[in-house]
């Protein structure tokens, strides 16, 4: 998450900037992948792509991009094997956290079922304050 996500967009050959505002402590609802979701921010760099899908030298087949369509402000990344998130799922200003890292740990490895854990009572409840 955040500071990894960074590491594999420049090791996948996307752009780095520092952004005007740092996201610190920010709270923004974002489509990912297809479904809306609320997210916690807190990073000063992203990465920028212009498109929702790329080839990589160093990627198996095709990466998916989730982006903000205005700027190109990388949110997420999945592919064959990984998947990364500018955001933090872990953070109490992402709501279903703990849902959305299971699915991207369900992206990054087909054979696991994350998503289908059962969290102990009261953690979704938390996850989302």
Same mark, same amino acid.
């Given at each position: ?55 990589? *030298?160093? +990627?198996? $087949? ?6 903000? @369509? ?5 949110? !997420? =990344?999945? #592919? ?25 740990? *369900?992206? +990054?490895? $087909? ?6 854990? @059962? ?5 979704? !409840? =938390?996850? #989302?304050?």
């Amino acid at each position: 998450m955040c500071f990894g996500h960074q590491v594999l967009s420049g090791v996948l050959d996307l752009p780095l900037r520092r952004r005007i505002v740092p996201n610190q402590g920010t709270q923004r609802e974002i489509n990912l992948f297809g479904t809306r979701r609320r997210v916690g921010f807190c990073n000063t760099f992203e990465a920028v792509c212009g498109s929702d899908r790329f080839s990589a *030298d160093l +990627a198996t $087949g095709t990466v998916e991009v989730c982006r903000d @369509r205005g700027s190109g402000a990388v949110h !997420a =990344l999945r #592919g064959q094997g990984f998947a990364a998130a500018q955001f933090h799922p872990e953070s109490v200003l992402t709501t279903d956290g703990p849902v959305i890292l299971g699915e991207l740990l *369900d992206a +990054a490895d $087909g054979s696991l079922a994350w998503s289908q854990v @059962r969290l102990p009572a009261g953690a979704s !409840a =938390l996850a #989302g304050r």
